[in-house]
């Protein structure tokens, strides 16, 4: 099996490279696309340093058993090319995860984004990776149609 998960999905969104790395640089906007940010409108959120910057830190607390308790940490930006976040899941199963956004102009006033996932898996849960991965891509490809139609209707 294994030892590590690793999810890629991308889409097309009529915007400017720039202005879709600036919105997606700021980790608030999340709530605005992410299918897990919108699952639990009472999810309690904290927020520690400066959004959009490295190192900035935003957990999550939710009594949803599919959303549970985390931190996601800003660790790399590099100017409208990807933001790097390290995912440290408390619950409902621990673990550390790497995650990214890439943006890239494919041409006038069309990007693409990227969002990867990857996260070590052990036994037994390694047996059950297909299916989280299945799960997990499909919560991807929605939360980026979810960011294509917010951005383009702006």
Known sequence: MAKEMFIEKSITINKDVHEVY???????????????????????????????????????????????????????????????????????????GKSSFITDKVHNNISSVTWTFACPTKFPMSLFSPIFKKILGKQIDQSLQNLKALLESK
């Open 22 to 96: 600036e919105f997606l640089k700021e980790t608030k906007h999340q709530d605005q696309f992410s299918v897990w940010n919108m699952k639990d409108p009472n999810m309690k959120k904290t927020y520690a340093g400066t959004d959009g910057t490295q190192g900035f830190v935003y957990a999550w607390d939710s009594k949803d058993k599919n959303t549970g308790a985390g931190e996601q940490e800003t660790k790399n930006i590099i100017e409208d090319t990807r933001i790097d976040y390290e995912v440290r899941f408390k619950r409902p199963m621990k673990n550390i």
